[in-house]
């Protein structure tokens, strides 16, 4: 065995380990083999997670965080000596961040500006309170990522400056004018407040051209709006069989034609595959609709503002902290049912971005399949040799994404006919 696989072998021990005793115990056998990995995992005792915590408003807007505790246990090579010198717990600074969802982004312009719109909700004022508190740290990534391929029409990228320069306004409000008032303005001038916004639109046409980049983001939205269409289609056109049968069919393909297992994506299919509509993130996948392809697409950036929220927990963001910790805010109770499914039980990461092992609560085999079927599953998609096939087929199976998802929409096409 290569050294990259005992690597792996050793994170994916720890992520899995059943108590913080157990975590220690391994750890402290093998760091100095993964010094350059991370690991947080679920506590009822340990670091907060800052303002970047479960929590819900008055109307049904939510924060989530992709733990569903409020304190993590962490360990890397620092605190873990630490730990060892003080005999008991040990501080360390943390940085944290809550992303926007798009809906909060728009709404954030017309509520700033006091502009009449019978669609912002009406808990807004509550959670414009919140995210205007100094010591809460919010940004506009999903916004962005979901944007950075529309610049190119003149009124798209009008829109997106206003909706930046709404955000602007945000971290730079005036505060004593909001307490006095009730008004949401900035501190700076209208010159400084376009200046600042212009930088932001400017970093996104900048991203434009790095073409590497703005590739990852296509290819990470097409895997998930591959598992969608997969879903509905598995869905839709086979109600009467088990659900059971559903995961496996949908096993199956991720394991053939994507040589990738998603986990939480999985376990998505399976609620959907026993509820159905009742699900409501699915409430608009229904025969004889013409615009399935874009609700699913629409739906495929909900899967990958979660997955980027994992993925941000590697960035160095702030040098001076030990750990960023990261959070969704939206008004989406679709998606916050969907985020509810499946938290993070533990996470390991290279520090820096890189390699990561998320971990979910529960047994996911449990959470996928009957019983019955588990050894079956279990041996047909995990074994040895089932992993190391999709090891060699996924750079194959990443340069078809776009005939897969070619293939499936027309499929799709079938249906709405």
């Known amino acids: 065995m290569d050294r990259d696989a005992i690597t792996r072998e050793l994170v994916a021990e720890i992520c899995n380990a059943d108590s913080v005793a157990e975590v220690m115990a391994v750890y402290g056998q ?20 800052g303002f970047a915590v479960n929590r819900a408003f008055g109307a049904g807007a939510a924060v989530r965080s992709v733990f569903s505790s409020e304190r993590v246990f962490v360990l890397d090579p620092d605190t873990f000596s630490e730990m060892k010198a003080r005999q008991g717990p040990v501080s360390y600074p943390v940085d944290f961040s809550i992303s926007l969802d798009t809906q909060a982004m728009s709404y954030l312009e017309p509520y700033i500006k006091g502009l009449p719109n019978n669609k912002i909700p009406d808990d ?25 391929f529309n610049l190119g029409d003149a009124k798209a990228a009008d829109r997106i400056f206003a909706k930046l320069k709404a955000y602007e306004t945000l971290r730079t409000l005036d505060k004593e004018w909001l307490k006095v008032n009730g008004q949401a303005r900035s501190v700076l001038t209208a010159g400084e407040l ?28 097409q895997y998930m709006y591959i598992c969608l269409m997969k879903m509905a289609l598995i869905q839709l056109y086979s109600a009467g069989r088990s659900v059971t049968e559903k995961v496996i069919d949908f096993l199956a393909f991720c394991d053939g034609e994507l040589a990738t297992i998603f986990a939480r994506e999985t376990v998505i299919a399976r609620a959907y595959f026993e509820r159905g509509q009742d699900l409501s993130f699915f409430g608009k996948i229904q025969k004889g609709r013409n615009d399935l392809p874009k609700q699913l697409s629409n739906m495929a950036w909900d899967l990958l503002h979660i997955r980027h ?11 001076e902290a030990r750990y960023f910790f990261t959070a969704f805010l939206t008004f989406d109770k679709r998606l916050i049912e969907i985020m509810d499914l499946y938290p993070l039980r ?10 990561l092992l ?26 040895h040799e ?17 005939h897969i998802a070619t293939g499936l929409e027309a499929e799709l096409a079938a249906v709405r006919g």
């Open 386 to 402: 089932a992993r190391a096939s999709r090891n060699t087929r996924r750079d194959a199976a990443k340069a078809s994404l776009l």
């Open 124 to 148: 807004f004022k509550e959670v414009f309170e919140f995210i205007a508190r100094d010591e809460v740290n919010v940004d506009p990534l999903p916004y962005i990522n979901e944007n950075r």
């Open 346 to 355: 533990s996470l390991g990461y290279k520090a820096g971005g890189g390699e």
């Open 194 to 221: 376009d200046s600042r916004a212009l930088k932001l639109i400017s970093d996104m046409y900048e991203e434009r051209h790095n073409h590497a980049a703005l590739d990852g983001l296509r290819t990470r939205h």
């Open 309 to 319: 929220l994992e993925e941000a927990m590697t960035l160095n963001i702030n040098r």
């Open 30 to 49: 093998c760091w100095p083999l993964i010094s350059d990995y991370k690991f947080v995992f679920a506590a009822e005792k340990g670091a907060s997670l």
């Open 358 to 383: 998320p971990v979910y609560q529960g047994d996911w085999f449990e959470a996928v399949v009957s019983s019955d079927r588990s050894a079956e599953v279990r041996e047909r998609f995990y074994s």
